[in-house]
């Protein structure tokens, strides 16, 4: 799957979380929160290996999820960005002074859902670019996750690849399962094509042999 963690958190407060892998990304998602310098709002990503970490901050509240990195960023910030979005329109300003996991029982269904249709629906992209690349992300600066994490504190990023196979095997037979069901309507739009066309033949077979549109000569 090209998007395998998220989360949405107040500062440094973790409202809600989902993860399709057994990784350690939620520890290290939590001290790229701790250094994010500033406080203004800001999109940037962190790469780590063959991952990357993508950051989106409005208003206080901070939506990150950790992609490969053959994902781009177009995508990954399209899903921080419809995240982002939904987060705001369910809780409001709850959101404010929630405690930590206080959405996530709720939240981390949502954050599945649209992890999945990121990942694996191509009309993802497709929506994604008929509203235009978001602006913003063409000014997004991808750093390397050292210079955030300190020397001392810095984690080695652990994804179980087994249960990552198995995220693409899925993607794989459902791509399949699709290419399957349009030829199989196709075939069945071609059948159907020549039935007819073998039918018009017989007929105008006849109208000549019958001499006439209404075969007269064979009615009687």
Known sequence: ??????????????LAEFSTTSTNASAIARQI?????????????YSQDR??????????LTVLCMADDSAGRRIPFAFLEDIHGRF????GRAVLTASAYAMNDEFSRILSQQIDFY?????????NRLKGEMSQVRNVMIENIDKVLERGDRLELLVDKTE???????????????YKSSV????VKLSFAAIVLLLVIIYVVLAFVCHGATLPSCRK
């Open 1 to 14: 799957m090209a998007i395998l963690y998220a989360l949405v958190a107040r500062g440094s407060v973790v």
């Open 164 to 178: 990552t196979m198995q995220g693409n095997t899925f993607r794989f037979r459902k791509q399949a399962r699709r």
């Open 184 to 187: 199989w309507w196709r075939n």
């Open 119 to 127: 990942s694996n629906d191509p009309n993802a992209d497709r929506i």
């Open 33 to 45: 929160l701790e250094k994010i310098p500033g406080n203004d709002d800001s999109n940037v990503s």
């Open 51 to 60: 991952y990357i970490f993508h950051v989106k901050r409005t208003d206080g």
């Open 88 to 91: 705001v329109k369910s809780y």
